[in-house]
């Protein structure tokens, strides 16, 4: 019999607690989750984001009703438990229900504090804690003009600017001389206030509510100083109160939160307690990075692992409003020990301040300029002794200063505070579970999953680890533009666009200059509609595609010749193993794809390994027509049916170099028995007596998909036309980063069908084909060769 393990909560610190325990030993416990709100678990670091209706409340759900169901969680919600029966284990619900339980987790949470004053309680006073309280400020502000909120603190704040940003006029009313006076100091809290004012924020510094008036609605307030205020609306953002009614009922243990020990134990043998109703070692945690670590500590605990004690959390903080890039962590204040180190630029309107002691870093406060913010957290968090570094750098020339490349950080470097993943946990992942996406990355690790303020970092630790190799999702384009793929490139044809800058400016990009995102992509839909006019963006491309060449894990590249259809020869052969051993390249290996690699090879010796080789790039780098796996075929084989080795070679001559919107697989089998695998290639031959069936749209990686028989063909010839309509087919329709499985899925496989067998269709597409290869580069590696201001410009240490 399974333990019967019951959660009080449903928020994000008891939710994550169970999903840590589900991966430790998901058959353990028969897990009962009560939850008091009517939604599934949600993000609520997110409900500023939907207050500035920049996400919607099904965006922020992190567990769908269907998670609960796969995982055979009973959830009771909309039930809020009222007592608990520690003696008896049980606990029983609002309705009446009663659950029995052998372990019981309290995750209560907290309650956002109400000022006890006169008119509180009046229709029109809100808090700010959940989805409900969030669509009670939005309907006011459909219906009311002024709002004050009470508190200028971080939760305070990211309200006050969704309230302005549905039309409202807002003024925050502050008990403090500045804003968040515990995360900021005074400097970057005027600077911070200074910033919200030239957004519409109003600000009355300095002022203590002393009533709420209004009959049957609020209608103002009057402060202790005798000054009063209109509004429609007022938000209480004063602080949160742990959740501790239940508790009590229990008999356990408290003080201003439920007291818990290093493991997560409460006063009774058989509750625990997560999140924001614990207190431990005299501190209560309202971020949610700190309840993440209590809850892996607790399923450590709860499956039998051994398991460091909870000791306590560095807690950093960041403001979710547009404009305003702040970031702190830590101890923030001078005292008796502590000293700073301090940076205003007047002209950029930055400010950076460390705060010190005993040589170690205490705190940071960054403001307008927080690209340091994890480099800072992790000397702080990791209590290194400063003095290797300069303490205060002035008028350096760009590129001098400390370097943010993700790709020289060491794996112990955190990149998600708010769930502690670090690079090394991300770069495991990508790499062990082929993830090409950062929300590839949020699934399996969590990084990013809470307030999204690393995923620009994961997208560069993802970007650093496979070279550029990123997903887009196949139905958009990016932050930049709502265009989707479709409107851009029929706007590039009807408005006869030749550049990426004109793409910008004539489709109004909010970004006059594109993002990593989009760039790659504008590039290649200029590519294949205007092949003659469009003079390619190298700069717009993915580093591999930059390099030629494949960047590896720790800074160097791949080297990897053309064999066309995996045929070499002695002489090829001798001329890799002189330059492997010349340049001591520490690995040379056969690839997937038949060809030999030479691995872990300096930038600056590509070019001359190139020039020595006097071989062609096999284009193992690119988003292109990739290498033509063969088998022997039937000039060696005695089940070869066909000259797979000549098919193979003929169809890598015709496409060699020609871009396509992700990488394009193929392999030519010589019978059935498909020794090359050509049931998973983008477009795969087998060979049979009566000639060559043809598969396409067959995907290997993380989700393996078996290529689909479009037909037989009889004659090499015939293979070779239905390949090339087939690519530029892809090339016009797909979207930039989309596979050839998921192309095929959106448009129908009947459909690409159709277009592939109808001989007309087939002859103009081979027309529009031929543009592009009339047009393509040769072999890039010898362009690099032959020019010294490319080798300077991109091959030179330092340079990229």
């Avoid at 353990?28 to 993000?43: A, D």
């Avoid at 002022?207 to 005798?226: A, C, N, Q, W, Y």
């Avoid at 990897?560 to 001798?574: A, C, F, S, V």
């Amino acid at each position: 019999m399974k333990e019967k393990l019951l959660l009080i909560g449903n928020g994000m610190a008891g939710v994550r607690t169970i999903e840590e325990i589900l991966e430790r030993d998901p058959d353990k416990y028969e897990v009962t989750i009560i939850g008091e709100e009517s939604y599934p678990n949600y993000n609520r670091i997110m409900l500023s984001n939907v207050l500035q209706k920049k996400m919607t409340v099904d965006e922020i759900i992190t567990n769908p009703l269907t998670w609960y169901e796969e995982n055979q969680i009973q959830l009771i919600n909309h039930d809020p438990a009222v007592k608990l029966d520690a003696e008896n284990k049980c606990a029983t619900t609002q309705s009446g229900k009663e659950i029995f339980y052998d372990k019981c987790i309290l995750a209560t949470g907290s309650r956002a504090f109400i000022l006890p004053v006169e008119g509180s309680t009046l229709p029109g006073v809100v808090g700010f804690r959940t989805i409900d309280d969030t669509e009670a400020m939005l309907d006011a502000a459909k219906s009311f003009k002024k709002a004050v909120v009470i508190g200028g603190g971080l939760l305070g704040l990211e309200a006050a600017k969704g309230l302005v940003d549905q039309g409202m006029d807002v003024t925050v009313v502050h008990l403090e001389k500045w804003l968040m006076e515990t995360q900021l100091d005074a400097k970057a809290g005027e600077m911070l206030k200074a910033d919200l004012e030239k957004q519409g924020l109003k600000f009355l510094m300095e002022k203590r509510t002393e009533k709420i008036l209004g009959t049957d609605r609020v209608t103002g307030m009057t402060f202790s100083d005798g000054t009063t205020i209109e509004t429609d609306l007022i938000v209480m953002s004063v602080g949160i109160r742990p959740e501790v009614t239940l508790a009590r009922t229990a008999g356990l243990d408290i003080n201003r939160g439920i007291l818990v020990n290093d493991f997560m134990h409460t006063s009774n043998t058989h509750i625990y307690a997560v999140g924001e109703c614990v207190e431990h070692n005299g501190l209560v945690y309202g971020l949610v990075a700190p309840l993440f670590e209590q809850g892996k500590v607790l399923a450590d605990v709860l499956t039998n692992r051994e398991t460091k004690p909870y000791q306590g959390s560095t807690t950093f903080t960041s403001l979710k409003v547009s404009g305003c890039d702040l970031y702190s962590a830590g101890e923030i204040k001078e005292c008796e020990g502590v000293n700073s180190i301090e940076a205003f630029d007047g002209i950029n309107f930055t400010y950076k301040k460390i705060f010190i002691r005993e040589n170690q870093v205490v705190g940071v406060v960054l403001y307008g300029d927080t690209a340091e913010g994890n480099r800072y957290y992790n000397i702080l968090r990791k209590k290194e002794i400063i003095d290797g570094y300069t303490p205060v750098s002035l008028l350096h020339m760009a590129g001098e200063e400390a370097s943010t490349d993700v790709g020289e950080w060491s794996d112990d470097e955190m990149i998600c505070g708010c769930n502690g993943v670090t690079k090394g946990t991300i770069v495991n992942a990508i790499n062990e579970k082929e993830l090409t996406s950062v929300a590839d990355v949020t699934k399996y690790t969590k990084a990013g999953g809470s307030c999204g303020k690393c995923k620009t970092v994961i997208g560069a630790v993802l970007e650093h680890t496979l070279g550029g190799e990123i997903v887009s999702a196949p139905t958009g384009i990016c932050s930049c533009t709502p265009l989707t793929r479709d409107q851009i490139v029929t706007q590039i044809h009807a408005k006869h666009l030749t550049s990426s800058e004109e793409v910008y400016k004539e489709l109004d990009f909010t970004n006059a200059e594109g993002c990593p995102k989009c760039r790659p992509a504008i590039n290649f839909y200029l590519n294949v509609a205007w092949p003659k006019e469009h003079e390619d963006e190298r700069e717009s491309r993915y580093v591999n595609e930059r390099m030629y060449g494949n960047i590896q894990n720790d800074g160097t590249y791949s080297v990897i010749p053309r064999m066309r259809g995996g045929k070499t020869d002695p002489q090829q052969l001798i001329l890799i193993a002189k330059v492997a051993e010349k340049y001591n390249v520490p690995m040379v290996k056969i690839t997937g794809s038949q060809r030999i690699g030479l691995f872990g090879v300096k930038k600056e010796d590509m070019p001359k390994i190139w020039e020595e080789l006097d071989m062609t790039a096999a284009a193992a780098y690119a988003k292109a027509v990739r290498s033509v796996k063969t088998c022997v075929g039937a000039n060696f084989c005695r089940f070869g049916t066909q000259d797979s080795l000549g098919l193979g070679i003929k169809l890598e001559q015709r496409f060699e170099f020609i871009d396509t919107p992700h990488k394009f697989k193929m392999g030519v089998s010589a019978c059935p028995r498909s020794c090359v695998e050509s049931g998973v290639k983008d477009f795969g031959i087998i060979g049979v007596e009566n000639g060559f069936q043809i598969y396409i749209g067959g995907n290997g990686g993380t989700e393996i998909k078996e290529a689909q028989l479009l037909t037989t063909a009889e004659t090499e010839e015939e293979v070779i036309e239905i390949c090339g309509a087939m690519l530029q087919y892809y090339r016009e329709t797909g979207v930039y980063a989309e596979r050839t499985a998921p192309w095929i899925d959106r448009l129908g496989f009947e459909t690409v069908k159709e277009v592939l067998l109808d001989a007309e269709h087939r002859k103009e597409l081979i027309v529009r084909l031929d543009e592009a290869v009339a047009g393509r580069r040769g072999n890039p590696w010898e362009e690099v060769v032959n020019s010294q201001e490319l080798q300077n410009e991109m091959y030179t240490v330092g340079r990229a």
